[in-house]
């Protein structure tokens, strides 16, 4: 194997690009995903259909598509239309659709705010009676006792699920290479295959590179579940 080839400043540089924008797409869109499933989820569970009935389309429209078919749907098919073409150079917000970062990010949040609705609906209905009730005997009206008990319960016992969802979504910025004009560590990794024709030395440090990020992130959760899990460990006799 000639993985010297991978050490070359050039490609070590394409890595280096894919790893970055990678990382900010999945930031980005965790943070966007996560700011709209909060009233989402919220919606989920409510009694009324009217309410959550269309966010239990969304979910499931979202869940039920392949990724790569949203990010197509995106940047191919709304990025593309004449209508916001003919408005993306002074137009907010269509100006935004002109950039293949923004179209990426937007299928990617959308994706994982259905997952993290469904998860945050769960966790919430899950929720023990007694906090509830507890919540009520001292007078918390419904929307106090959603904002200040429900939501922030469900979102510490969400962790170890929605762990695995951002494992997920890292691994799903690889589809971004299918955005023209956004490198991907994938994406740096088949130019630099294109350029050598060495599958195996650059299609097993993108793999490396995923791991490592892996690790990292569950890492970083392992200590956040320790902070806010930690009245759920089991208790040694």
Same mark, same amino acid.
């Given at each position: 194997?000639?993985?010297?080839?991978?050490?070359?400043?050039?490609?070590?540089?394409?890595?280096?690009?894919?790893?970055?924008?990678?990382?900010?797409?999945?930031?980005?869109? @965790?943070?966007?995903?996560?700011?709209?499933?909060?009233?989402?989820?919220?919606?989920?569970?409510?009694?009324?259909?009217? %309410?959550?009935? !269309?966010?239990? @389309?969304?979910?499931?429209?979202?869940?039920?598509?392949?990724?790569?078919?949203?990010?197509?749907?995106?940047?191919?098919?709304?990025?593309?239309?004449?209508?916001?073409?003919?408005?993306?150079?002074?137009?907010?917000?269509?100006?935004?659709?002109?950039? !293949?970062?923004?179209?990426?990010?937007?299928?990617?949040?959308?994706? $994982?705010?259905?997952?993290?609705?469904?998860?945050?609906?769960?966790?919430?209905?899950?929720?023990?009676?007694?906090?509830?009730?507890?919540?009520?005997?001292?007078?918390? $009206?419904?929307? $106090?006792?959603?904002?200040?008990?429900?939501?922030?319960?469900?979102?510490?016992?969400?962790?170890?699920?929605?762990?695995?969802?951002?494992?997920?979504?890292?691994?799903?910025?690889?589809?971004?290479?299918?955005?023209?004009?956004?490198?991907? %560590? $994938?994406?740096?990794?088949?130019?630099?295959?294109?350029?050598?024709?060495?599958?195996?030395?650059?299609?097993?440090?993108?793999?490396?590179?995923?791991?490592?990020?892996?690790?990292?992130?569950?890492?970083?959760?392992?200590?956040?579940?320790?902070?806010?899990?930690?009245?759920?460990? !089991?208790?040694?006799?």
């Amino acid at each position: 194997m000639e993985f010297e080839v991978i050490f070359r400043p050039e490609n070590l540089q394409q890595f280096w690009e894919g790893t970055v924008n990678a990382m900010a797409l999945l930031v980005s869109s @965790l943070i966007v995903g996560g700011l709209l499933s909060l009233p989402l989820a919220v919606a989920r569970v409510s009694s009324n259909r009217w %309410i959550s009935g !269309p966010v239990w @389309l969304f979910t499931y429209v979202l869940r039920g598509t392949p990724l790569l078919i949203q990010v197509y749907l995106i940047y191919f098919g709304l990025g593309q239309m004449e209508y916001i073409q003919a408005r993306w150079d002074d137009t907010w917000p269509w100006t935004w659709f002109k950039e !293949p970062f923004f179209c990426a990010m937007l299928a990617f949040a959308l994706n $994982t705010c259905a997952y993290t609705v469904e998860l945050l609906a769960g966790a919430i209905r899950d929720t023990g009676h007694g906090e509830v009730e507890a919540a009520q005997a001292m007078g918390m $009206t419904r929307w $106090t006792t959603m904002r200040r008990i429900l939501l922030p319960s469900a979102m510490r016992r969400s962790l170890p699920g929605y762990s695995n969802e951002v494992i997920m979504m890292l691994h799903s910025t690889s589809l971004a290479s299918a955005v023209p004009a956004l490198l991907d %560590i $994938t994406g740096a990794a088949r130019n630099i295959y294109s350029d050598f024709y060495l599958p195996f030395e650059v299609f097993i440090t993108a793999g490396v590179i995923y791991a490592t990020l892996t690790l990292m992130l569950v890492g970083l959760f392992k200590l956040a579940e320790r902070r806010w899990l930690v009245h759920l460990a !089991p208790r040694s006799h």
